[in-house]
């Protein structure tokens, strides 16, 4: 059995809308893993990336694809097919993770309270009344709500609405990063995000705050530019409140039957209670991503930490 790695692959890019954000993640553990030691090549998600990976003999690979493609199952569906081992979740509790409606499902029936929700169809919307769906939605939730895509995610399509005449330009604009928008109560809090690493159980790296006060937090630009925004880490909480968001994204990760690495993102109140938003099984690696501070700020380098994940996931293999 061989127990260390010659060669690993990062795959980053694909097609999804989040590809520029996909590369830079891709750049950022390649960079990283050299630091380590660690013999890694860049691959781009494209139709020839099987081939490459198959004539390249590679030992594990590590997904920065962000979006569909690299969070929905297909791409790490292809890796097994070619007996390629990867980090992170199996096929199928991607599929579980991002399709936010079913992540919710799942994490409320676990005991994680969510906001509040409906869930409506680009084709409904469409096809029955507009004015109605508007009028039932508001009536149903009330208001502020925040539209998203159902399967989406880096804040694409996702909007604040906080007068019900703007709901139908919020649900049209989200329909074009998906076919179901996902309509949230909204609940006033802190924004936290907390990685889990599994090494011989999940465990929560430190809950950070992402904060931008003076630009909407569902701006695609301030959530990727490091001038527009700043994480505070450990998120500034009572420990009480620490501790729960921390349960919180472990007991998300073992629900969805997630594997290595995730990333839950929750809204914690004023009674510091965690209210679960969603999960994301390829956090990203840019320099306004929580995964390489929260691995520093416990002495775990992003490389090393990197270097760990595809070892174990290499040795899974040969069990």
Known sequence: MKTELERVAVIAGGLSNEREVSMRSGRRALYALGQAGVDAALYDADESLLDRLAADHIDAAYIAVHGASGEDGSLQTALELIGL?????????????????VAKVLMSRAGLATPPWVAVSARSFRELSPTQI????????????????????????????EDAADLPAALVRCFTFGGVALIEK????????????????PTALPPAEFQNPDVSPFS????YSADLITIALPAPLPAEALAAAARAAELTH??????????????????????????????????????PLAAAEVGRPLGRLLADLLLKAHLRAQA
Not at 86 to 95: A, D, F, I, Q, T
Not at 188 to 201: K, N, S
Not at 275 to 281: G, K, M, R, S, V
Request: aromatic letters at 6%.
């Open 85 to 101: 081992p990867y980090v992170g979740s199996p096929p199928s509790s991607c599929h579980l993770a991002w399709d936010k409606v």
């Open 134 to 161: 508007v009028r039932n939605v508001t009536q149903h939730l009330g208001l502020p709500v925040v539209v998203k895509p159902a399967t989406s995610g880096s804040t694409l399509g996702m909007s604040l609405v």
């Open 186 to 201: 909204y609940v006033a809090g802190q924004t936290i995000e907390t990685v889990v690493v599994e090494d011989e159980h």
């Open 220 to 223: 695609f630009e301030a959530r």
């Open 254 to 291: 073992e629900v969805l039957g997630l594997r290595d690495i995730s990333r839950t993102d929750l809204i914690v109140d004023e009674a510091g209670t965690p209210w679960f938003l969603e999960a994301a099984i390829s956090p990203g690696l840019t320099e306004t991503s929580v995964l």
